[in-house]
């Protein structure tokens, strides 16, 4: 109903399948947050309990912007668009795994975790990757600090503590240069 009214991309119809099931209904507060991040660009407040669907209140509009850029384009031009910020590494590294259902199938838009526990060399993050989940990467998921210096993801996971390198850091500055 929502790409239907134009409030969502038309590219959400191609995400059915992909961990976002297009069939289920939205609470309303979802849909208020939906409807409001996409009127403007203004900000919000979702306050709303734990387990009450509070990510897609800011990940859905999140990924409309993100396929609005990509069919008009512009994604491939360099710099972060969203920075998804926990207060604990555990809630970064659980909110990566939804990531990669969702992106699976949406290879043009890169996602990465900075944290603490990320590797600075890419084959040891590779490695530590196969040792973890037993397989190969997305290759749209960034798995080492220096591949994301080099090329910063679109959308980029970390914690307040890393926040505060990545901003005083040299070595972490292209992160955000443009």
């Known amino acids: ?10 590219g959400f119809l191609d ?18 947050a939906i409807e ?9 407040i979702v306050a709303t309990g734990t387990g009450s669907g509070e990510t897609e209140s800011f990940l859905l509009p999140l990924l409309d912007s993100l396929l609005r850029e990509r069919d008009a384009g512009t994604l491939g031009e360099p710099g972060v668009r969203a ?3 926990y207060p604990m590494n555990a809630l970064a590294n659980d ?7 969702i992106f699976r199938i949406l290879p043009e838009i ?14 040891k993050a590779l490695e530590q990757y196969r040792q973890q989940f037993h397989g190969e990467p997305l290759p749209n ?4 600090r220096d591949v994301m210096q080099a090329r910063p993801p679109h959308i980029l996971l970390t914690n307040f503590a890393m926040l505060e390198y990545l901003l005083l850091r040299p070595a972490d500055s292209s992160l955000f240069d443009n």
């Open 15 to 32: 995400l059915d399948g992909s961990g976002l099931p297009l069939d289920r209904p939205l609470y309303a507060h979802q849909a208020q």
């Open 141 to 144: 998921e960034l798995l080492s």
């Open 83 to 85: 920075m998804l910020l």
């Open 110 to 123: 890169t996602f990465g975790r900075y944290t603490g526990e990320t590797e600075h060399d890419q084959s």
């Open 95 to 101: 909110q990566v795994k939804r990531l990669r259902e």
């Open 36 to 44: 409001r991040a996409a009127g403007g660009g203004r900000n919000l």
């Open 1 to 10: 109903e929502l790409v239907d009214n134009g409030v969502l991309s038309r």
